[in-house]
């Protein structure tokens, strides 16, 4: 055989740099369903979190504490006063006759329920992503961990400044190591741990991306080979001009066959290999790729479901039951309140998260699929007659990631985070104002113990002086100066309680300002969290339905095509 120049060169070289592509792209796509995974699990635990930390809320905001003074300072008609005016204003805000009528800690509870129906949804997908059991296991008993410390410690101790510092994180973000002992929400996430009914996902991507690697170590090699070939032919061509011996030119070509041979074996071990990466493509990524975007579909429709639900729980509520007075913000309630915004703000950070892996991931998909498009070449020399070049046509997948990527920047994120973050700072201003109320408490009883104080004195004071009166003799003089002393007290006393009564409006004030801003905190916070929630579930939710309809529909026509085609030949041969 004589030597053969090679036509591609440049081509070829062309081929390895699509190949080290392909293999880079795939290496992102493993990466980033393993941040897939994790980032939907945590997002679905940041909703049972915000379920726990509501749950708090409502565990604290129940229990009714009464102040030391109230019988002496609170008389009860200014207050029941204070009820009718304010359920008044609510009828003006809104309510009428025969409309349904919740109460806010009733809501909550509903609301809580529908987070934890949220959570439950999201468990298939989970399962399909095949996301790590040990880890996502223990971080759900740590959420559950510290929120059982948090209750114990507000139910057992008064106060509870030692766990403040803590526990304002997210109960997913400050987790640690441990063993649940909250047994009012159930874990079985993992009951029936596995992977897709099409198979493992994960596998699949881990032998795509190690034959992609085969692949690319044979193209280099072949590439390699064909540069040594190219010098070993012109090697050859230089000898015949100069007319060297036949023996060295002999040697030089039989050195140019053997090369030429392992060029053939490189080229169908990277045809072999391109092969199998296509079948592995076809009829095993497509397949589960179909089944995640069906997984998704469901997830997103309960989503909605729950949202929108939730949405409408909170329009109902029109009351929040505690009474005007009697209960106050310590530290129990503002723990719970901060505990609130650290699990929205958590909530926030989970959901962009999970949005920017999963466009991430089809990103990287798409961009690995997109190198199957480049035009056909020959890799193989040109006394090569027969044998199909190493890349196929586009693949079917390609058009699904490709309208996937479109459709997910069409997504309604920007409006839920921006909620979540509206709905954080009403929550802090929430917990804000309950330090003001706090405060003006602290004061009222300084105030109360220094009057209790000075009353006793008074008592002790006016007792001797009459008892004095009675027993020895005083002058006028003498007496008259220690009734002006005793009168002057008793101004002083009458100031004081003047003073303690300004305050203790002051405090009913706060109390009332911070009962209307947790009935109106929550409601025109969560309303445009589960609005703007329910609107990115329905705008997912057909995303992914339109997906598989029309993954679907292709299918169909692919295999009418084929039973067509087939019907054709069939009558052709008769």
């Known amino acids: 055989m004589g030597c053969v120049a090679s036509k591609i060169g440049e081509e070829e070289e062309q081929v390895v740099i699509i190949c080290r592509e392909r293999k ?14 994790n980032a939907h699990c945590r997002y679905s635990q940041a909703l049972y979190a915000v379920a726990a930390s509501l749950k708090l809320f409502q565990k604290v905001s129940s229990r009714v504490e009464y102040f030391n003074y109230m019988q002496m300072q609170m008389p009860l008609p200014h207050n029941i006063d204070n009820n009718r005016e304010f359920e008044q204003q609510q009828q003006q805000n809104g309510l009428a006759i025969g409309e349904t009528r919740r109460d806010l800690m009733e809501a909550l509870q509903d609301i809580q329920d529908h987070f934890i129906r949220a959570y439950d949804s999201g468990k298939d997908v989970s399962r399909m992503l095949e996301a790590n059991r040990i880890h996502l296991q223990s971080s759900l008993d740590e959420i559950k961990e510290n929120s059982t410390k948090i209750i114990q410690a507000i139910t057992w101790h008064r106060s509870i400044s030692s766990t403040k510092s803590s526990s304002c994180k997210s109960l997913v973000a400050s987790s640690s190591k441990g063993c649940s002992t ?15 009914d099409s198979g493992s996902h994960s596998l699949t991507l881990g032998r795509l991306y190690a034959w992609e690697k085969k692949l690319y170590e044979e193209v280099k090699a072949g590439d390699n080979l064909r540069k040594i070939y190219e010098r070993k032919c012109a090697r050859l061509k230089e000898q015949e001009v100069r007319g060297d011996n036949e023996m060295t030119r002999h040697k ?37 790729i179909v089944e995640l975007l069906n997984g998704l579909r469901d997830t997103w429709k309960v989503m909605m479901e729950t949202h929108e639900t939730q949405n409408k729980i909170l329009s109902e509520v029109k009351t929040f039951s505690c009474p005007s007075f009697g209960k106050f913000s310590n530290d129990s309630h503002r723990l719970a309140t901060l505990q609130v915004e650290a699990e929205l703000h958590n909530l926030r950070e989970c959901f962009l998260e999970f949005v920017k892996v999963q466009k991430a991931y089809v990103q990287a998909l798409h961009s690995w699929l997109t190198k199957f498009l480049v035009p056909e070449v020959e890799f193989y020399s040109k006394g090569r007659s027969s044998g199909a070049p190493y890349l196929a046509g586009g693949p079917k997948l390609l058009i699904t990631c490709h309208e996937w990527l479109a459709s997910m920047k069409k997504l309604p994120d920007k409006d839920v985070a921006f909620a979540l973050k509206s709905f954080s700072k009403d929550v802090q201003a929430l917990w804000t104002q309950q330090g003001e109320e706090q405060q003006q408490k602290r004061k009222v009883d300084s105030l109360t113990k220094e009057l209790d104080r000075r009353t006793l004195a008074f008592q002790k004071n006016e007792t001797r002086f009459l008892e004095s009166k009675l027993i020895e003799y005083q002058s006028e003089e003498n007496v008259e100066n220690r009734n002006d002393h005793l009168t002057e007290k008793k101004d002083q006393l009458d100031a004081l309680k003047r003073k303690l009564e300004a305050e203790l409006e002051k405090h009913r004030d706060c109390v009332q300002e911070t009962k209307r801003m947790t009935l109106n905190g929550f409601q025109t916070g969560f309303t445009p969290v589960f609005k703007s929630l329910a609107e990115f579930s329905k705008a997912s939710w057909k995303m992914y339905n339109d997906l598989v309809s029309d993954s679907e529909s292709t299918e169909k026509a692919e295999n009418q095509s084929y039973i067509e085609d087939s019907q054709a030949g069939e009558n052709s041969e008769r």
Not at 187 to 194: M, P, S, T, V
Not at 255 to 275: P, W
């Open 252 to 288: 030089t070509r039989a050195t140019v066959k053997d090369i030429y041979a392992q060029i053939l074996v490189a080229i169908r071990s990277a045809e072999s290999i391109s092969m199998r990466i296509q079948k592995l493509r076809d009829e095993e990524l497509q397949p589960q």
């Open 24 to 37: 880079k792209q795939l290496k992102v796509a493993v990466e980033k369903r393993y941040a897939l995974a």
């Open 182 to 196: 909250w047994t009012d929400f159930k874990n079985d996430l993992f009951d029936d741990y596995g992977g897709m």
